[in-house]
């Protein structure tokens, strides 16, 4: 495990627990998280009991795991996620899959966004992605993996009945977006838009999907969630 013991903890320090039963995904997890002077790996399981052990014991306030672990290796990640959105809410999951189903980012999804973040194991060779998720859950934030959004965006456009088959391509690129947890600004550098485009754009995806007397806060995790978690036909 690429802990830091002995080293002086600091305001910023965001100690780490990590799960996956494949020894070399933790070997190389360890290696990025040991690159990130901000972040303490405290504890590396290649299970659910010892993840649930090490929770107890080293009071993370993120945790790391695989989709699928023993004993089953069915979505033993999405549930120990579920347990602590209920017991502790504090703690931050990332949740790490080789599976790019959109079934999964709405079942991580459905108790709530805040502090969760779903990241297929493809992208953790881009350590940056990786720091980036553990810091948005540990701020409360939530990040979707890109192709995870752009799935559920697909299956949702494709449903005449849902509120996003009024939306434009545009918008729909734009709300995949802010499903990522990304501000006004850094979708226009995405989208090579100006700000107030965007700003137009989201104005018009909240009018379209009926959230026009909310918080803007509200109103983008709203939208986001809208085709996250309607049920599947």
Do not use: W
């Not at 399981?45 to 090490?54: E, F, I, K, R």
Request: glycine residues 6%.
């Amino acid at each position: 495990m690429a802990g830091r013991e002995g080293q002086p903890h600091s305001e910023t320090t965001i100690r780490v627990v990590l799960a996956d039963d494949s020894f070399l995904v933790r070997e190389a997890v360890e290696q990025i998280l040991a690159e990130a002077r901000h972040i303490e790996l405290v504890a590396s399981c290649g299970d659910v009991p010892s993840l649930m052990a090490a929770i107890d014991r080293e009071q993370p306030a993120v945790v790391v795991t695989d989709i699928r672990m023993p004993p089953a290796h069915d979505d033993e990640g999405i549930e120990v996620a579920n347990r602590l959105r209920a017991t502790r809410p504090e703690i931050g999951v990332v949740v790490l899959s080789q599976y790019a189903e959109s079934r999964f980012g709405l079942a991580l999804l459905e108790q709530g966004s805040d502090g969760r973040a779903y990241l297929l194991k493809e992208r953790v060779h881009d350590k940056h992605q990786l720091i980036s998720a553990i810091d948005a859950v540990a701020a409360g934030g939530a990040v979707i993996d890109a192709k995870i959004v752009e799935t559920i965006v697909a299956q949702r456009a494709r449903d005449a009945d849902s509120p996003l088959a009024e939306l434009s391509p545009r918008e729909l690129e734009i709300l995949a977006e802010i499903a990522q947890g990304k501000s006004n600004a850094r979708i226009a550098e995405q989208l090579v838009l100006t700000k107030r485009a965007v700003e137009k754009h989201i104005n018009a995806i909240f009018l379209k999907l009926g959230l026009t007397y909310a918080q803007d806060v509200s109103r983008r995790v709203k939208a986001a969630l809208i085709y996250l978690s309607e049920p599947r036909r």
